[in-house]
């Protein structure tokens, strides 16, 4: 049995976005406030984030959670990512480096991102951090038991195009998770088989460059076919939590910060 918490679930800016009086950035539901798109995955006795955007200090005291095995990345943007300097917590309590997972293209980034880290000499206190290399073949993540066995967890990462830029989702047991995606290529479908629980990324209702809208998520989620869907990294544009529950399909509903889903 798995456990999905939604950390954030709006695009790059949040919501409500700085300067913005629209109805959804003045709305008084809780549910209408998205912080940038993380999630919490609970499976097989591992707890792994998806993404450590700027809005990650926040989103740890939110769900009380004092500590992590491993973060994987979906891609180097800033939304996703501009938290990791605050991993210093739990190198802090582990009294040792930190796990990330990501591809070689967005290590590149980080270690531009996160210079100090990477340094031949360490500022004290600076994060410490484990870089492990994936690409879209399924990968697992080790951990130690206190009896001194191992512990693993199989990850089946799925290539999207995110504009031009190759990134990747996740499915892991029978949940998959996708964001920033604007392209699933047909051949990566084949890996969403069988999935029950499926997260997609949809920005607003008309065409955007770089990540699905609305009709075109609707389009994936048919193909996909999972019982249950949930939207995430949405802006501003989509329209209030309560107007979208309103004009979705039954088995689509979009997903709000705060959200767990049991798979
Ligand atoms: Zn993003
Ligand atoms: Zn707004
Ligand atoms: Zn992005």
């Known amino acids: 049995m798995g456990k999905i918490t939604f950390l954030g679930t709006g695009t790059s800016q949040g919501i409500p976005m ?3 009086s629209c109805k959804v950035c003045t709305s008084s539901d809780p549910k209408d406030n998205r912080l940038r798109t993380s999630a919490l995955v609970e499976h097989n006795g591992f707890r792994i984030l998806i993404d450590c955007g700027p809005d990650f200090r926040q989103q740890m005291l939110r769900e009380n959670i004092s500590d992590l095995d491993a973060v994987i990345l979906t891609h180097q943007h800033k939304d996703h990512t501009g938290g990791l300097d605050d991993i210093r917590a739990f190198n802090y309590f582990r009294k040792e480096a930190f796990p990330i997972y990501a591809e070689e293209i967005v290590q590149e980034s980080l270690k531009m991102e996160y210079y100090y880290a ?4 360490k500022y004290p206190g600076v994060p410490d ?3 492990h290399t994936i690409d879209e073949k399924p990968f697992t993540i080790t951990k130690k038991l206190p009896d001194n066995s191992t512990s693993t967890l199989e990850i089946t990462p799925i290539r999207v195009f995110h504009y031009r830029l190759p990134i990747l989702g996740f499915r892991i047991g029978n949940m998959a998770y996708i964001t920033d995606g604007s392209r699933i290529p047909e051949e990566e ?6 999935v029950e629980l499926f997260i997609i990324n949809t920005v607003r209702h008309e065409k955007h460059i770089s990540h699905f809208s609305l009709p ?7 193909k996909v076919g999972a019982p249950r869907n ?9 329209g ?4 979208l529950c309103a004009i979705l399909p039954e ?7 705060g959200l767990t889903l049991e798979f």
Do not use: N
Request: aromatic share 12%; charged share 30%; proline share 2%.
């Open 129 to 131: 951090y484990i870089l």
């Open 240 to 243: 209030r939590h309560e107007e």
């Open 251 to 257: 088995k689509v509903k979009p997903a709000y910060d």
């Open 230 to 238: 949930f939207l995430t990294h949405m802006s501003h544009q989509l």
């Open 216 to 222: 075109e998520a609707l389009e994936i989620i048919r």
């Open 118 to 121: 990477f340094s031949e000499y």
């Open 189 to 194: 479908l084949a890996k969403l088989k069988g």
């Open 18 to 20: 700085i300067g913005c």
